[in-house]
């Protein structure tokens, strides 16, 4: 029987459906995995997850220990969800992400503690104030193992504030190679090296 050059087409493509193989598991092993560089750059990342806290940072204790009614009365919400309860403000909304004084320190804005020097700030281009460093002992890091993957998170020593997340091996030209991307909203700038410190409620 003679098939018209159309149905032999068509046979030849359906009979040969089986001998297509899918990609097998181990060719997928041998691709490199991608280096997540920041999980911060991604502007909604912050809104869906903003309220997950680190098991670890809410484990430990500070000197300034006061309860969640006493931050809400000292702190507006969109603070107490940040410093608090471990949000991400959206990038390029905060005061101090273009901010790039010669002098002058960078606060907790929860309890003034200080946590930055001006010449610490950098451009990074991420959308959030970008430090290579910070003044000794002012900030602690914890392991963040959120949105199922490993991060460092930092907060302010003498509070446990959330202020975000330090980055290391970017590339940037910083006597560090680190980044500790900071949410705005968790900082207060005073022009002075030795900035006044709010009494603490402890």
């Given amino acids: 029987m003679r098939l018209s050059p159309i149905f032999r087409t068509l046979f030849y493509s359906v009979s040969n459906l089986g001998r297509f ?8 092993a041998t691709l490199r995995p991608l280096p997540l560089r920041s999980m911060s750059g991604i502007p ?9 806290s680190s098991k670890s940072s ?9 309860t969640d009614d006493e931050w809400r009365a ?6 107490f969800r940040v410093l608090r309860k471990q949000g991400t403000e959206a990038p390029g909304s905060g005061t101090f992400d273009k901010h790039y004084p010669s002098e002058g320190v960078y606060t907790c804005a929860g309890c003034a ?19 290579f460093d910070s003044i000794p002992g002012a900030v602690t890091r914890h392991e963040d193992r959120t949105l ?15 202020l ?10 910083t006597p560090t190679d680190e980044r500790h991307c ?21």
């Fill in 148 to 162: 199922g993957m490993l991060r460092t998170e930092i907060v302010c020593s003498n509070c446990g504030g959330h």
């Fill in 164 to 173: 975000g997340h330090v980055f290391k091996g970017e590339g940037f030209d």
């Fill in 21 to 28: 193989r899918a990609p097998t598991s181990t060719h997928f």
């Fill in 74 to 79: 000292v702190l507006n919400k969109e603070q």
């Fill in 58 to 66: 809410s484990n430990m204790t500070y000197p300034d220990q006061r």
């Fill in 113 to 131: 503690a200080p946590l930055y020097k001006a010449n610490h700030k950098f451009k990074s281009g991420c959308g959030w104030p970008a430090y």
């Fill in 182 to 202: 900071v949410n705005s909203v968790s900082l207060n700038f005073s022009a002075d090296d030795k900035p006044v410190a709010k009494e603490s409620k402890a």
């Fill in 44 to 52: 909604f990342i912050g809104a869906l997850f903003g309220s997950s």
